[in-house]
Nanobody, 123 residues
Framework: HVQLVESGGGSVQVGGSLTLSCVASGDTIGRYCMGWFRQVPDREREGVAT????????FYADSVKGRFTISEDAAKDTVYLEMNSLKPEDSGMYYC?????????????????WGQGTQVTVS
């Protein structure tokens, strides 16, 4: 099974940018639906951006469209989330997730493999 490790979180000012990385090991991301999710206390984990490894079709939550970009480097089995024009409401714990299902979902409950998360704080 795939193991996921996120990095790249931190504190940034409003309007700033961050790029998160998710390195996969144990399997190739081309087999998986890959996604970035975020969670804040007392709220459900929400899908931010998802896609199938190797596919150009990508889903973005309405709240991040035009500001966030999900991408991959297949050779490195790494998925990125480039975040621009950050807002305070983008703050939260960001998780990378993967699942082998054929149809990629935006629902956190349908992803099997998760990283440990990386914190993003925008103020």
């Amino acid at each position: 099974h795939v193991q996921l490790v996120e990095s790249g979180g931190g504190s940034v000012q409003v309007g700033g940018s961050l790029t998160l990385s998710c390195v996969a090991s144990g399997d190739t991301i081309g087999r998986y639906c890959m996604g970035w999710f975020r969670q804040v206390p007392d709220r459900e984990r929400e899908g931010v951006a998802t896609f199938r490894g190797g596919s150009s079709r990508k889903f973005y939550a309405d709240s991040v469209k035009g500001r966030f970009t999900i991408s991959e480097d297949a050779a490195k089995d790494t998925v990125y989330l480039e975040m621009n024009s950050l807002k305070p409401e983008d703050s939260g714990m960001y998780y990378c997730a993967a699942d082998l299902r054929l149809s990629c979902s935006t629902r956190a409950g349908e992803y099997t493999f998760w990283g440990q998360g990386t914190q993003v704080t925008v103020s």
